[in-house]
Each structure stands twice: as structure tokens, then as C-alpha cells.
């Protein structure tokens, strides 16, 4: 059964400053990776989806690896802003494609 | 990007009835809906795999008969919980996919349910 672990589960931050959330998880055969947002009380908003053969994929500010032996990806986002205040959850997709098993996510807050 | 929407997005009813709610994708065919709930402060639980015109498959845990899913369409799905209870109260979110294996999931606002 996959488990995802997220840390840290909280993170503040001043505006301005680049900061890394990790993701780890325990079956390594996955087909790919995603990264979401979640807003207080909203759905989940697609950040990045980095394929199994894929080591990172990139937008805008964010960064994301992948580290599939390992178990590992790291979301990076450069130069925070307020309105990058949210939850993030990282989801790797099992063997079977379709199936997300999420961590419970690294709520951030950035401080303006 | 692709638009999933939700119908309710918040639901308070009496213990002991039924809610309907209903997942559709607005610009694209979902071959695949995924229903997902989430109770505070904790991550999304698959509940559900449903493919356009079959039964759905659940997950270990998770009451068919009461948990009551229909894709009737390759743009809607529907969860209906029967005979609602407080326990049931609960941020239920669905995901539509178009294609299989590794297309990107794309998720509704999800439906907040308050049982009373």
C-alpha cells in the first residue's frame, strides 16, 4: 500500500524567499507524480505532473523532481508571494495509472 | 485548462436521508471520474473509480450500497449517500480524467455535506 509523507506539515515564509516542500513515498513503481494546491474549503488545482521517466518539470516559479528510486520529489518555489499561501499536496500515481494517494499536505503561509 | 464542475457545493440535510451530488466535466469527456472525500485537516481518500457505462469500482472500506455511484454520461457522474448520517458529514471532491493511465487528473470545487 502506498504511503506519502509530506514535510514539513507547516511552513511561514516572508515574501520574497525561495522555499522547497518535500514528498516522499514508499512503492517507488509509479507512473507519474503530481503536485496540486488547495485553497481553504476549495478543490485541488493541477500544478505540475511529472511523468515516471521524467526528473522535474517546471512552471512559472515552481519546480518539481522526481526521484523515483528514492521515493522522493521536492516542489520548489522561487520568490513566494501572499497569493502562494495555500496547502499543497503531492499525489503519486500508482501502477495502475489512474490511482492518487495523497499526503496530507504542507500548508504554507506567506507573509507579505 | 479543463473545467470540472460540482453541483451542490454545500449540502445540510437530516440524518437518515439521501444527497445527490454531481460531478461534470464542462469542456471535455471524461472517460474516467474519480470520487475522493476529505475530512478536516486530513488528505484526500479515493473512494471511487467510475468508468462511463460500468460499475463502479470502490475502494476497501467503502460502502457500495451506500455510497451510490452513476456515470451515466462520459460528462457526468453522480454520488448519491443514502440515509445520511452525521459520520457521513464530510468535503467530497470529485476528479475527471480524459484519457487512462497517466493523464492529469483535473478536480471540482468539491461539495461540503453536513449531516445533522
Known amino acids: 500500500k502506498q504511503e506519502v509523507t509530506q514535510i514539513p506539515a507547516a511552513l511561514s515564509v516572508p515574501e520574497g524567499e525561495n522555499l522547497v516542500l518535500n514528498c516522499s513515498f514508499t512503492d517507488s513503481a509509479i507512473y507519474n507524480l503530481q503536485w496540486f494546491r488547495q485553497d481553504p474549503g476549495k478543490g485541488l488545482t493541477s500544478l505540475l505532473l511529472i511523468q515516471s521517466s521524467q526528473r522535474e518539470q517546471t512552471s512559472g516559479r515552481l519546480n518539481a523532481s522526481l526521484d523515483k528510486s528514492s521515493g522522493r520529489s521536492t516542489l520548489y518555489i522561487a520568490a513566494s508571494q501572499p497569493g502562494d499561501s495555500a496547502t499543497y499536496l503531492c499525489a503519486p500515481g500508482g501502477s495502475s495509472g489512474s490511482r492518487l494517494t495523497f499526503g496530507e499536505g504542507t500548508q504554507l503561509t506567506v507573509n507579505p | 485548462g479543463a473545467v470540472v464542475s460540482q453541483h451542490p457545493s454545500w449540502v445540510i440535510c437530516k440524518s437518515g436521508t439521501s444527497v445527490k451530488i454531481e460531478c461534470r466535466s464542462l469542456?471535455?469527456?471524461?472517460?474516467?471520474m474519480f470520487w475522493y472525500r476529505q475530512f478536516p485537516k486530513q488528505s484526500l481518500m479515493l473512494m471511487a473509480t467510475s468508468n462511463e457505462g460500468s460499475k463502479a469500482t470502490y475502494e476497501q472500506g467503502v460502502e457500495k450500497d451506500k455510497f451510490l455511484i452513476n456515470h451515466a454520461s462520459l460528462t457526468l457522474s453522480t454520488l448519491t449517500v443514502t440515509s445520511a448520517h452525521p459520520e457521513d458529514s464530510s468535503f467530497y471532491i470529485c476528479?475527471?480524467?480524459w484519457g487512462g493511465g497517466t493523464d492529469t487528473q483535473y478536480f471540482g470545487p468539491g461539495t461540503r455535506l453536513t449531516v445533522l
Open positions: 469542456d471535455f469527456q471524461a472517460t474516467t
Open positions: 476528479s475527471a480524467q
